[in-house]
């Protein structure tokens, strides 16, 4: 059975919901905030009423719990998305979670992220505006498909089959390969792709050629750099706990160690990562339809994006 939880969390996790927050997310979301405003409850502390040393507390309180430090950091994630979404509807005067440090985690254990952390990195990114729907697409992306960073930066729209699900010809020379796009990558990048998107970030008259058909453009009109994409990784890592441990790499890592957890054959998810092996070079290339169909039955995030 479900445990009721206060109107606003309810109202917060459907606005999540309809910002096309996966089901995970959703739950990780619930879990956080059920305990939270248990503990509320249980202290007499109206959520309105919250402060600043209440957040404190409650955090301090889940360490002596013995949680772990990106258990707490995914916590304050939810504790202050319901704070800033009170603080917008006007029904309290500010975020008393807005200030609180995030516990740092030690670079050695995340060389691959938890599903709960990749949740948690994925709905760091808030609001609605030009540089939010870019990042929250380079995040899916990187994610989603496993890309190296120099592949997202590189992605032109002769790469996009968003009506297939697919990103075409990555990598070079006889590696080329396709890999599925999961449905919360698609539906991020067909956000990003509009002209309230991408499109307020095109300037009058490209500086270089080449930058047009670049998908992921900076705020002056041209292509991301590699350390743009790395400065966008690095700020939602640091959101959530996880600055010093992740990178573009360690989420293609988390995308073939996901994959492969929830039992999908190696030689595909290789392919899918663009690995060369000498025990499968004479073998041959999977087909599309099988690497969508082992996408589709692996990945955290396969869903795919609902028709509009």
């Known amino acids: 059975m479900v445990t009721p939880l206060p109107g606003e969390v309810e109202e917060?996790?459907?606005?999540?919901?309809?910002?096309?927050?996966?089901?995970?997310?959703?739950?990780?979301?619930?879990?956080?905030?059920?305990?939270?405003?248990?503990?509320?409850?249980?202290?007499?502390?109206?959520?309105l009423e919250v402060t600043e040393p209440v957040v404190d507390d409650y955090l301090g309180f889940l360490r002596a719990a013995g949680r772990a430090p990106s258990s707490v950091a995914r916590a304050l994630v939810s504790v202050r998305a319901?704070?800033?979404?009170?603080?917008?509807?006007?029904?309290s005067a500010g975020n008393p979670a807005g200030r609180v440090g995030v516990p740092r985690i030690p670079t050695e254990a995340h060389q691959v992220l938890s599903e709960g952390e990749v949740s948690a990195l994925l709905g760091a990114v808030s609001g609605d505006d030009t540089v939010a729907r870019r990042d929250r697409a380079i995040l899916e992306v990187l994610y989603g498909c496993g890309l190296r960073v120099s592949e997202?930066?590189?992605?032109?729209?002769?790469?996009?089959?968003?009506?297939?699900?697919?990103?075409?010809?990555?990598?070079?020379?006889?590696?080329?390969?396709?890999?599925?796009?999961?449905?919360?990558?698609?539906?991020?990048?067909?956000?990003?792709?509009?002209?309230?998107?991408?499109?307020?970030?095109?300037?009058?008259?490209?500086a270089r050629r080449g930058d047009a058909d670049a998908v992921f453009l900076n705020a002056r009109g041209g292509r991301l750099s590699r350390q743009g994409a790395w400065g966008?990784?690095?700020?939602?890592?640091?959101?959530?706990?996880l600055a010093d441990a992740l990178t573009p790499n360690v989420l293609r890592h988390s995308f073939a160690t996901h994959m492969l957890d929830r039992g999908?054959?190696?030689?595909?998810?290789?392919?899918?990562?663009?690995?060369?092996?000498?025990?499968?070079?004479?073998?041959?290339?999977?087909?599309?339809?099988?690497?969508?169909?082992?996408?589709?039955?692996?990945?955290?995030?396969a869903l795919r994006a609902k028709p509009h």
């Open 12 to 47: 917060l996790l459907s606005s999540l919901g309809e910002k096309g927050r996966s089901p995970n997310t959703l739950a990780a979301y619930r879990r956080d905030l059920a305990a939270y405003v248990g503990y509320l409850a249980e202290r007499g502390v109206p959520l």
């Open 82 to 91: 319901l704070h800033r979404f009170l603080a917008d509807d006007g029904r």
């Open 152 to 206: 997202l930066v590189g992605l032109s729209f002769d790469n996009l089959d968003l009506h297939s699900g697919l990103l075409r010809d990555l990598g070079a020379g006889a590696r080329r390969r396709t890999v599925p796009l999961g449905g919360p990558a698609a539906e991020a990048l067909a956000v990003w792709l509009t002209p309230s998107g991408r499109g307020s970030f095109t300037p009058v008259r490209w």
């Open 232 to 241: 966008i990784v690095h700020h939602y890592g640091e959101r959530v706990g």
């Open 264 to 301: 999908a054959d190696a030689r595909v998810v290789q392919e899918m990562l663009g690995h060369a092996s000498v025990a499968t070079t004479a073998s041959a290339r999977a087909s599309t339809d099988r690497l969508r169909l082992v996408y589709q039955a692996t990945h955290p995030r």
